[in-house]
């Protein structure tokens, strides 16, 4: 079978080789590379997704040796919790770049070889089977993006990337070391290593090493995400980045920390997953509300959205943990629908700030007369932020709220809802001092509405809010297979470690099926 997911990896790579060899002065050629390489990358993730089967193996699975006396190796595969993903990267890889088309003047050609760069590695998050492997894209992102930030960002930009560095790394190091003992914990009886998951999921883990390695892998996955207290660095890189960059961090970046809990952290940690689910729970909902009020008082457009991502990946962390398929389903759809929705949002700011050169709502008002069409698409997409029936935004917080009701996290289930009605305060009174009110500013009546490029840009983002809004069920039929998958797996982690080892009893037939093995993967 051809490798198509290492043509995925691989072609954002061969784009920006090509830049390099681009004349620096010849800015149009560049962004058209870079354009048609994230397009082409593009049709490639929806062939797959158009063949990919609603069940719950890995697919279009590659395993070779890399660095075999350390049990590593290239190990890459896609399920449904994982494919959905990497069609959301390739997307608004596109939109990412056409919506820098006019905005970035400087350094174009170094721009767009940062941006393809950073395609390449999310791409290999999301498929990478092999935790030395993960590791390693998981670490790279952060250089294209810092870069991004520092570079091309504004005012503070360079407190901001170095910040946005030092959490990361912070929570990448505790990895890194949790990664080590894991695999040296889980060697088998001649010694081997093994990096790869499946083969660490054959065996449970050790529960006295359970509590201290969910830690390390959670608090990396955290600061990404990142979940209250751990987000002081967002709104700062949000606020400074271009536009591109924060469309990219808060739509996809942000997307690697919740994954990493449902793809690894709580399939090999179970009984910690069961442990720390109160405290996570707690650390989302105050961080719904917490960063709701916070986005309320904000006067800069960009940080507003900023916070709202807080909260809204708060919903995404309590879906996630509340362990039925109901709540994971939901924050998994909701990750999807963050990413087009807060994205959108993004590139909306950075609209009028290539028009206005600010973000602050006080320069605003009356917008709605002078650029009828701006305002069409901030409603549409404002509306889809906050949840209204009909939009993306409904589908995935009604099931999460449903599914951690219907777990053991009904009180949270019911601040948590306080956050859905702060969220609309805060957007919908926002949307209102912008848009509405008297056009009394000069500056604001001579600005023009979006042209053909812009509007293009953001078609398909809004064609999504109403297909994922009136429609999921394609998105939700071939993730539910690997939501049930690993919450089973869990469960039947949970009851192998909590019984003590006796030498005369069976080797838990029932448990064998739960776990993917590479044989069962290439069938």
Do not use: C
Not at 314 to 325: E, Y
Not at 340 to 353: E, H, K, P
Not at 467 to 481: C, T
């Amino acid at each position: 079978m051809f490798n198509y997911l290492s043509l995925l990896i691989a072609l954002p790579l061969i784009g920006a080789i090509v830049l390099l060899f681009v004349p620096r002065a010849n800015d149009r050629v560049v962004r058209w590379v870079a354009f048609i390489t994230t397009l082409v990358t593009f049709a490639i993730s929806v062939a797959l997704f158009a063949s990919f089967r609603a069940t719950a193996d890995m697919q279009f699975v590659e395993r070779v040796a890399w660095i075999p006396q350390l049990g590593i190796s290239y190990y890459i595969g896609v399920d449904g919790l994982s494919i959905l993903l990497v069609v959301l990267t390739t997307f608004l890889m596109i939109i990412a770049i056409g919506g820098s088309w006019n905005g970035i003047t400087e350094r174009v050609r170094e721009y767009h070889v940062l941006f393809l760069l950073l395609e390449s590695a999310i791409i290999g998050v999301f498929v990478s089977l092999d935790l030395f492997l993960f590791y390693v894209f998981w670490e790279f992102t952060l250089i294209p993006m810092a870069f991004l930030i520092g570079i091309w960002g504004h005012g503070r930009r360079i407190y901001a990337a170095i910040k946005f560095i030092l959490f990361t790394m912070l929570g990448s190091t505790l990895m890194l070391v949790a990664i080590l003992v894991l695999v040296f914990a889980q060697r088998d009886a001649s010694g081997a290593l093994s990096f790869a998951l499946t083969d660490i999921l054959k065996t449970p883990v050790p529960i006295a090493l359970q509590g201290i390695l969910f830690a390390a892998f959670a608090l990396a996955f955290a600061i990404k995400v990142p979940m209250f207290p751990f987000h002081t660095w967002l709104p700062d890189a949000h606020t400074e980045a271009p536009t591109a960059g924060s469309v990219i961090l808060a739509a996809i970046l942000l997307k690697m920390g919740t994954y990493g809990y449902v793809r690894f952290a709580m399939p090999l940690f179970p009984q910690a997953t069961e442990q720390f689910t109160p405290l996570i729970a707690t650390l989302s909902v105050i961080g719904i509300i917490y960063a709701a009020l916070v986005a309320m008082v904000q006067e800069d457009v960009k940080k507003l959205v900023a916070y709202s991502s807080v909260a809204h990946l708060g919903f995404v962390m309590l879906g996630v943990f509340a362990l039925n398929q109901q709540g994971v389903a939901g924050g998994m759809l909701q990750m999807l629908n963050h990413g087009i929705s807060t994205g959108a949002l993004f590139l909306i700011v950075g609209f009028i700030y290539e028009r206005r050169h600010t973000r602050l709502i006080t320069d605003f008002g009356g917008l709605s007369k002078q650029m009828p069409i701006f305002a069409t698409v901030f409603m549409i997409v404002t509306l889809s932020s906050i949840g209204l029936p009909g939009t993306n935004g409904f589908v995935g917080e009604f099931l999460v709220l449903v599914g951690a009701y219907e777990s053991h996290l009904r009180w949270y289930t019911v601040i948590a809802t306080s956050g859905v009605i702060l969220s609309a305060v805060y957007m919908l009174w926002m949307f209102q001092r912008v848009m509405f009110g008297e056009l009394s500013n000069p500056k604001n009546q001579v600005l023009k509405d979006l042209n053909a490029r812009e509007i293009v840009i953001m078609v398909p983002l809004i064609v999504m809010i109403f297909v994922m809004g009136l429609y999921p069920k394609p998105f939700i039929d071939r993730m539910v297979p690997a939501i049930d998958k690993m919450i089973l797996i869990s469960k039947t982690k949970q009851q192998v470690a909590s019984v003590p080892a006796m030498p005369a009893m069976p080797a838990m037939p029932h448990a064998e099926p739960m776990t993917v093995t590479p044989a069962a993967e290439e069938k």
